[in-house]
């Protein structure tokens, strides 16, 4: 209710959506941009994967990074000491928009 004066935020885009305007503007079939745009999930996955980093021109960047295992014990949050749990190492994937998307909008 505090954001009240704000306009309704703008609904994303679904995949279906963005094939079709694609399509549109390139000519091409909804069907044919739909099995690109799977292609490119699979391929920007299988890199991510495989060299730690992807980059779609002009768009985003998603890198992985290895986050360390942590040992069990006692740990002071917010003033009071918590027994935490062991928790195993993992791979954290995160997406940066690149600059020149930044300097667009």
Same mark, same amino acid.
């Given at each position: 209710?505090? !954001?009240?004066? !704000?306009?309704?935020?703008?609904?994303?885009?679904?995949?279906?959506? @963005?094939?079709?305007?694609?399509?549109?503007?390139?000519?091409?079939?909804?069907?044919?941009?739909?099995?690109?745009?799977?292609?490119?999930?699979?391929?920007?996955?299988?890199?991510?994967?495989?060299?730690?980093?992807?980059? &779609?021109?002009?768009?985003?960047?998603?890198?992985?990074?290895?986050?360390?295992?942590?040992?069990?014990?006692?740990?002071? &949050?917010?003033?009071? @000491? @918590?027994?935490?749990?062991?928790?195993?190492?993992?791979?954290?994937?995160?997406?940066?928009?690149?600059?020149?998307?930044?300097?667009? &909008?």
């Amino acid at each position: 209710k505090a !954001m009240k004066g !704000m306009k309704a935020a703008a609904k994303a885009m679904t995949k279906g959506a @963005v094939a079709q305007s694609l399509a549109d503007e390139c000519e091409l079939k909804k069907a044919q941009v739909t099995s690109v745009l799977d292609a490119l999930a699979a391929l920007g996955a299988s890199e991510a994967k495989k060299a730690g980093k992807f980059t &779609i021109p002009g768009l985003c960047m998603v890198k992985t990074r290895q986050k360390p295992a942590t040992k069990a014990g006692k740990k002071e &949050i917010f003033g009071k @000491v @918590v027994m935490v749990k062991a928790k195993p190492a993992k791979t954290v994937v995160k997406a940066y928009c690149v600059a020149a998307l930044k300097k667009e &909008i």
